[in-house]
């Protein structure tokens, strides 16, 4: 089973920026979406940003305009490049993979997740 792996998360100011990349152990052609999640301490996990296979994105509202998500399947790698980064951006990010829809997939393929703190 293709692994996912997460790297780049970090504590930064508010107004800054982070890049997270999710490297797969193998293809991720095969995944319809591949998207960002994030869990906050006493909050549910939520759907950050999700990618569709042939290019389709998807934002939660609260980052629309501030996170970008692109995938990379040559080198079986999505990103999620984070601007504008405010403290209710503080959260374990992960990454996640399987069928769609885009708005609500069904992760099968979970990272072990990259903290990001923001601080003011």
């Known amino acids: 089973q293709v692994q996912l792996v997460e790297s780049g998360g970090g504590l930064v100011q508010t107004g800054g920026s982070l890049k997270l990349s999710c490297a797969a152990s193998?293809?991720?052609?095969?995944?319809?979406?591949m998207g960002w999640y994030r869990q906050a301490p006493g909050k549910e996990r939520e759907l950050v940003a999700a990618?569709?296979?042939?290019?389709?994105?998807y934002y939660t509202d609260s980052v629309k305009g501030r996170f970008l998500i692109s995938r990379d399947n040559a080198k079986n790698t999505l990103y999620l490049q984070m601007n504008s980064l405010k403290l209710e951006d503080t959260a374990m990010y992960y990454c996640?993979?399987?069928?769609?829809?885009?708005?609500?997939?069904?992760?099968?393929?979970w990272g072990q997740g990259t903290q990001v703190t923001v601080s003011s």
């Open positions: 996640a993979a399987g069928p769609g829809p885009i708005q609500t997939p069904s992760p099968q393929v």
């Open positions: 193998g293809s991720i052609d095969s995944f319809d979406v």
């Open positions: 990618s569709r296979s042939w290019g389709s994105r």
